[in-house]
């Protein structure tokens, strides 16, 4: 890494921005980076390997000029279940009325149209719902037969062309990647994506077929987004390096009052397991064509906060909107300000999940009590893959944490752990090369003074993963 001026955050929630045209170029990512963007997202619904080529070259120009790692996340579509096409490009369609769905591809009219998904066909049933265009109508099937399904016009309203089909109340039985998900995930990795955003999650089964293909070149974050999902959430979890509560298709499937309570269960689950969490979508939405958000999404914003996410995500704010740069200010502003809040450190603090029984939560567990008791103003965490500060975040530690490791793919992915400021460092080989490292940079990155202790927590030997298991302080010289 270049030298540079010292870039620390001052708030321990991450800020996710999404690429797109708005923001697709050297100077505004500059921009969002110094407004507070920790980790950029591309999304991979859009946008040709070229366009993602490009991006992927503007962060880590960016990088290099900033000298701070930056993460990416490489967004994958997932299957995207649609109806065909009408005669008429749409059409009007009645409540109470039948609509026909079949696998015919002629173009359809109001009492019929082509469901190209013998899937959903497969796994129907009398009384099952269908939702369209994001949620605004709803079929409930009446009859179902091998080549259609007749269905109840319950929510009627125009229908247009191409328009999604969500399932709520199915688990089907189609893999989580397409084949142009593999062809983006393969580029992705090629490319080096820090996380793969993995959609259309159902099993944990999903989870392990990714996390095979990337074979530990990105840690693959599973997008909780539909209800089926969260019967399985726990051993998608324990799968999963990181994980997404995917609000947009979320909300459409589950009803609104549910959407709330799914997320604080997303976040609390994976809290319990350490296991970095971020929530998105529609966060700041009106940003989009308004500089400044709603009292509402300033709430929603501090409600993530407050239950301890590790991140909150910007979408087609800062991908399309008009004001990419306020919305990732005012996103920075508002975790800042909810950081600075009495409540919200006892709302952490009550929140703190038991350490687990091994050496490497005990260890993180005390570094945290350590810290507080001494007023450290920084704990210091080496480790090749980031296990160590992960452990340290799971905690929630008042102090900051300094992520030194050797590998700055580990630096980089760590951009997304709550509390974690990552830094890119040379091996050390001892446990007092591994202390006299950590006083220097907690001194040159501005988080520790002179005669101030910092607590230092790593692995002995050194140069293994998941071998935390000594904890210093010492006294910055």
Not at 26 to 46: Q, Y
């Amino acid at each position: 890494m270049a030298s540079r001026p010292i870039l620390r955050r001052r708030r321990r929630t991450k800020i996710i921005a999404t690429i797109g045209p708005a923001s697709a170029n050297p100077e505004m990512l500059h921009k969002l980076f110094l407004a507070g963007a920790d980790v950029f997202r591309l999304n991979f619904s859009h946008g040709s390997h070229d366009d993602h080529d490009k991006s992927f070259a503007m962060i880590r120009d960016l990088e290099k000029k900033l000298g701070r790692p930056i993460g990416i996340l490489a967004d994958v579509q997932g299957p995207k279940l649609r109806v065909g096409r009408f005669s008429g490009g749409r059409v009007q369609l009645q409540t109470g009325k039948s609509l026909q769905l079949d696998l015919n591809p002629t173009p359809g009219d109001v009492s019929r149209v082509q469901l190209a998904h013998p899937e959903i066909l497969a796994a129907a049933s009398i009384g099952t719902n269908l939702l369209l265009d994001d949620g605004k109508l709803r079929l409930r099937v009446t009859r179902v037969r091998p080549d259609h399904l007749m269905t109840e016009i319950v929510t009627g309203g125009m229908l247009s062309d191409r328009k999604g089909v969500n399932v709520p109340d199915m688990v089907l039985p189609i893999p989580a990647l397409t084949e142009k998900d593999r062809l983006d995930l393969d580029f992705a990795l090629e490319h080096g994506a820090d996380y793969i955003g993995l959609s259309f999650v159902q099993r944990a089964e999903d989870v392990a077929e990714a996390k095979e293909i990337a074979a530990g070149r990105a840690w693959i974050m599973s997008k909780i987004e539909k209800p089926q999902a969260l019967d399985q959430l726990d051993a998608i979890l324990a799968l999963s390096d990181c994980v997404m509560v995917a609000r947009g298709d979320l909300g459409v499937e589950l009803p609104p009052e549910e959407v709330p309570l799914a997320q604080k269960r997303i976040v609390r689950a994976a809290r319990q397991l350490g296991c970095p969490v971020v929530v998105a979508t529609q966060m700041l939405e009106s940003m989009i064509a308004a500089p400044a958000p709603t009292r509402a999404e300033a709430s929603d914003v501090a409600t993530a906060v407050f239950d301890g996410a590790d991140a909150v995500m910007l979408s087609a704010e800062t991908a399309a909107g008009q004001y990419p740069v306020e919305a990732v200010n005012i996103m920075d502003r508002i975790v800042a300000r909810v950081e600075q809040d009495p409540g919200w450190r006892a709302i952490i603090e009550s929140n703190r999940p038991e350490p687990e029984h091994s050496v490497a939560d005990a260890i993180a567990a005390a570094a945290r009590q350590v810290a507080h008791t001494i007023a450290a103003p920084v704990i210091c965490s080496f480790s090749l893959s980031g296990a160590t500060a992960r452990r340290a975040a799971r905690e929630r530690p008042e102090a900051p944490i300094i992520g030194l490791t050797p590998l700055e793919s580990t630096a980089r992915r760590l951009a997304v752990v709550w509390g974690v400021h990552g830094v890119v460092t040379t091996e050390v080989h001892s446990m007092t090369e591994t202390v006299s490292r950590s006083c220097r940079i907690a001194l040159q990155e501005g988080f520790a003074k002179h005669g101030e202790h910092v607590v230092v927590i790593a692995g002995v030997p050194f140069g293994q993963a998941g071998t935390t298991n000594a904890l210093r302080v010492a006294v910055v010289k």
